[in-house]
T-cell receptor, first 112, second 117 residues
Framework: GEDVEQSLFLSVREGDSSVINCTYT??????LYWYKQEPGAGLQLLTY?????DMKQDQRLTVLLNKKDKHLSLRIADTQTGDSAIYFC????????????FGSGTRLQVQP | DSGVTQTPKHLITATGQRVTLRCSPR?????VYWYQQSLDQGLQFLIQ???????AKGNILERFSAQQFPDLHSELNLSSLELGDSALYFC????????????????FGPGTRLTVL
């Protein structure tokens, strides 16, 4: 079955880089996503990567995908206090079902 | 603002009761997904509707049901509520349900926080 795992907590200082890691089990995943959830808010899609890509960069965000190890990471450069939130990785399988399977979320705390 | 609206924002009710959560998808989106976010289970997919028809089921309890209406809004009905049903319920919408569009971004609503006392 599908399973997505993340570490629960990460604390960094403002201006440093943050790296949030995720492992998944479903080798049929076609797209992998990173969502951000701020307190009291819904989920906001930050970025995604197609399974045939190794890396994707989008401004301060860099996504790395190691398909062999089923490992996904999100790097946030120059982390700001406004980046404090919970970050979820999610996978979508290449079947008729288009729903997402989410990890448990990583709470990122950015200290000034 | 994702364009997905959910009502009510908060709901407090008692065990054994029944509630209905409502979701209006983004204009033009045909698919609606319901997710439950709780402390012990994390964020779990419940059910998906596409253009009025059920498309996929996840970890949805038999006490829960949903439907999508001709105007594409959706309702999630939760009955015989238990304390463990307390959670944040999200609705998401996307353009497609299945088929040719592999990249099919889901836009999430702000959620309905359900508290069962």
């Amino acid at each position: 079955g599908e399973d997505v795992e993340q570490s629960l907590f990460l604390s960094v200082r403002e201006g440093d880089s943050s790296v949030i890691n995720c492992t998944y089990t479903d080798s049929s995943s076609t797209y992998l996503y990173w969502y951000k959830q701020e307190p009291g808010a819904g989920l906001q899609l930050l970025t995604y990567i197609f399974s045939n890509m190794d890396m994707k960069q989008d401004q301060r965000l860099t996504v790395l995908l190691n398909k062999k190890d089923k490992h996904l990471s999100l790097r946030i450069a120059d982390t700001q206090t406004g980046d404090s939130a919970i970050y979820f990785c999610a996978e979508k399988e290449d079947t008729g079902r288009r729903a997402l399977t989410f990890g448990s979320g990583t709470r990122l705390q950015v200290q000034p | 603002d994702s364009g997905v609206t959910q009502t009510p924002k908060h709901l407090i009710t008692a065990t054994g009761q029944r509630v209905t959560l409502r979701c209006s998808p983004r204009s033009g989106d045909l698919s609606v997904y319901w997710y439950q976010q709780s402390l012990d289970q994390g964020l779990q997919f419940l059910i998906q509707y596409y253009n009025g028809e059920e498309r996929a089921k996840g970890n949805i309890l038999e006490r829960f049901s949903a439907q999508q209406f001709p105007d594409l809004h959706s309702e999630l009905n939760l009955s015989s509520l238990e304390l463990g049903d307390s959670a944040l319920y999200f609705c998401a919408s996307s353009v497609a349900g299945t088929g040719v569009l592999l990249y099919n971004e889901q836009f999430f609503g702000p959620g309905t926080r359900l508290t069962v006392l």
